[in-house]
């Protein structure tokens, strides 16, 4: 027996009654578009269901509960992987690496989960399988009532959830303030670790495993109750809101400047500019002289906080130049033109009486009244050289 039809002229719950009623075996496969899903029957009873098969849902749901070891897992995920008859999670079931109890409560979630997400496909192509077995059978059995009655349940509960958590990338943070009441249980607690103020509801249920139904209504749970607010940009963002509060009441604080970086940091807005133009004009400013060896000891280390009666005072600085000194004779301002005529004539005068013609003969001989201005000449000795040259 092959049935085959499309989710528009026959409904979920219908086909699960008729193959119930027949109490058939097989898989019943979905699809709709990318997405494939499937329900397996035995004897007219749900064994397991998944509603994508590109996803290992079951097995993602026993890493996300925190039963499976690395070392199980990989042994696990290497059987099935060379073994396209055996599922995840009966290789981790026959290694003894899960408690059978408890895998036993996963398969069940998992299936109804998996049923309440292909009951809200409003389209899609279904085909049911004869005999066609179920890689993750391991004895459990769930009436089909009992299936689409939780299944629907949830679907009515569902339309309560979405008014508090509106979309699967709303992003969720803890909230600043305690509530009055602090119970809480351990799935809570788990789930409650993995929200940080950035991941989507989205990653939050992937990372869990647990279904979209069970994540998402576990945290609008923690939402109503108060451990948990729905961030609106930065709004719900408790540490957020701290950090630009203490922006705010840094204007008033006048806290000492220490460097560029930690300026923008401490202060914002016109205070940031103001500071900013005061760190500017302390750099700018020449180096002062090193301090004396004596006074090394004296001098705080970078990391001792000022004292309020030493914050914005500027250190005395050292004068690194000396003053230009004024002559006390100023003589008459030479001309740049009569330089060159000056020193001329200076050494042909010097040359002539020293006999040296050398010196004659490689200036150019001009008279001038001038003496040149040399500041690394000493004037009274020229002075005293000339005459004692002329036989004064």
Not at 60 to 81: F, I, K, Y
Not at 182 to 200: F, N
Not at 319 to 330: A, C, I, V
Not at 377 to 387: C, E, H, P
Request: proline fraction near 6%; aromatic fraction near 4%.
């Amino acid at each position: 027996m092959r049935l085959e039809g499309t989710l528009d002229a026959f409904s979920l719950p219908d086909i699960f009654q008729l193959l119930s009623f027949t109490k058939k075996t097989g898989a019943l496969h979905l699809r709709r578009g990318d997405v494939h899903g499937v329900v397996h029957f035995a004897a007219g009873a749900v064994t397991g269901a998944s509603a994508d098969q590109g996803r290992q849902a079951l097995g993602r749901r026993l890493v996300g509960a925190g039963h499976v070891s690395d070392e199980a897992l990989t042994h696990a995920v290497e059987r099935a992987a060379n073994d396209a008859g055996l599922g995840l999670a009966k290789a981790l079931a026959e290694a003894g690496a899960v408690d059978e109890n408890a895998l036993h409560t996963l398969v069940s979630e998992q299936a109804i989960d998996a049923v309440f997400d292909l009951l809200r496909w409003p389209e899609g192509d279904f085909g049911f399988v004869v005999d066609e077995g179920n890689p993750d059978d391991l004895g459990v059995s769930l009436a089909v009532d009992d299936v689409v009655t939780e299944a629907r349940r949830r679907l009515d509960y569902w339309q309560t959830v979405s008014r508090t958590i509106p979309s699967p990338d709303s992003v969720l943070a803890i909230a600043a303030s305690a509530p009055a009441d602090l119970s809480i249980s351990a799935d809570e607690w788990w789930l409650l670790g993995l929200v940080d103020g950035r991941r989507g509801v989205h990653e939050l249920i992937a990372l869990t495993g647990r279904g979209e139904f069970t994540c998402v209504s576990s945290l609008a749970a923690m939402v109503d109750r108060g451990l948990l607010t729905v961030r609106a940009g930065d709004d719900g963002d408790s540490a957020a809101a701290l950090i630009r509060r203490h922006q705010v009441l840094s204007r008033l604080e006048g806290a000492p400047v220490t460097s560029s970086s930690s300026l923008a940091a401490a202060v914002s807005g016109a205070a940031v500019a103001a500071v900013q133009a005061q760190v500017q004009q302390v750099e700018a400013a020449p180096e002062p002289q090193a301090p004396a060896v004596s006074q090394l000891s004296a001098v705080p280390a970078m990391d001792t906080p000022a004292r309020p009666e030493d914050r914005n005072v500027t250190p005395v600085r050292a004068e690194p130049f000396l003053p230009r000194r004024t002559p006390d004779h100023p003589e008459e301002h030479i001309p740049t033109s009569t330089v060159t005529a000056m020193t001329a004539g200076s050494a042909i005068a010097a040359g002539a009486a020293m006999g040296s013609a050398a010196v004659a003969t490689a200036v150019a001989p001009a008279a001038s009244p001038y003496i040149e201005r040399d500041p690394s000449v000493n004037k009274s000795l020229l002075l005293r050289l000339i005459a004692g040259v002329r036989g004064l």
